[in-house]
Nanobody
Framework: QVQLVESGGGLVQAGGSLRLSCAAS????????MGWFRQAPGKEREFIAA????????HYQDSVKGRFTISRDNAKNTVQLEMNSLKPEDTAVYYC?????????????????WGQGTQVTVSS
């Protein structure tokens, strides 16, 4: 069983930055592709970014390319999401997820484990 705990959410003004972190336990961390998703009120959960098991490859949703950066530290069992130039439309609950696979995937049902989510609110 994998436990994922997100942290780092909060309230920020448009144009500001936040850094989300996700700590994993209960497994061999580098067996998993790690992803970040978000869900705004009344909307479906959407893919934001993912990183390969070794950290060599990343993939982003087009709307966050150039603004968000995903990284991981396999020694510390953590994955981070650095978010810059935040916009009000980035407001959502952000979830960390783990996918026991060798390739990056971008749809939520393919991910095996999820954190509880952390709220990010961007004011205009």
């Amino acid at each position: 069983q994998v436990q994922l705990v997100e942290s780092g959410g909060g309230l920020v003004q448009a144009g500001g930055s936040l850094r989300l972190s996700c700590a994993a336990s209960g497994t061999t961390f580098n067996w998993y592709v790690m992803g970040w998703f978000r869900q705004a009120p009344g909307k479906e959960r959407e893919f934001i970014a993912a990183i390969s098991r070794t950290g060599d490859n990343t993939h982003y949703q087009d709307s966050v390319k150039g603004r968000f950066t995903i990284s991981r530290d396999n020694a510390k069992n953590t994955v981070q999401l650095e978010m810059n130039s935040l916009k009000p439309e980035d407001t959502a609950v952000y979830y960390c997820a783990a996918d026991h696979t060798v390739m990056i995937r971008t749809t939520a049902p393919e991910y095996d484990y999820w954190g509880q989510g952390t709220q990010v609110t961007v004011s205009s």
